[in-house]
């Protein structure tokens, strides 16, 4: 939040607010989804190094500035049980999307465009459960917008 003064001797003036509109973690991480979703996936890993190297503290000896990517392929082999590198890697990537943006609303986006589902707890214990191609997954079209457009609302 800033402010600028229309003069100086006075206290009105406007507000504004710097929004940076891609953070450099996002746009690493949509690069290294390209490279994945290609199949080059020493690109890919390499960006999620970068990403790796500045969020994670060395632990049990290991270095990660000595980590190469074919060391990160075979730790996310044993650590997924696959030996789909592609898969292992586009699962890695997924969950560090999700750890970076969690408060965001960036996860939205993913879980809309690769149609997961998604499971929500509620206090009372019950489960919410939207499938892959639950129509509550799309946001309905404002109330405003119906009434002076004559517009159809999404359906439910």
């Known amino acids: 939040f800033l ?3 229309s003069s100086l001797t006075s206290n009105v003036g406007y507000n504004y ?10 746009v690493l991480l949509n690069r290294a989804e390209c490279y994945i979703l ?12 970068v990403l790796a190297r500045r969020r994670y503290r060395p632990s049990q000896g290991l270095d990660l500035e000595s980590v190469t990517v074919a060391q ?10 696959s030996n789909n590198d592609q898969l292992n890697a586009f699962v890695y990537l997924m969950e560090e999307r999700q750890k970076e943006f969690m408060h965001e609303g960036l ?3 993913d879980i809309k465009r690769f149609e997961f ?10 489960v919410i459960t939207l499938e892959e ?17 004559g517009l159809e609302p999404n359906p439910r």
């Open 117 to 126: 589902p998604v499971s929500h707890v509620q206090q009372d214990g019950s």
């Open 17 to 26: 607010t710097i929004f940076l509109a891609f953070r450099g973690e996002e």
């Open 3 to 5: 402010f600028e003064r």
């Open 38 to 49: 290609q199949n080059n996936l020493t690109a890919g890993l390499n960006d999620l190094l």
């Open 72 to 81: 990160l392929t075979n730790a996310l082999r044993n650590y997924y049980g």
């Open 133 to 149: 191609n639950d129509k509550r997954k799309v946001l309905q079209i404002p109330q405003a917008a119906i009434d002076v457009g």
């Open 107 to 109: 996860r939205w986006f």
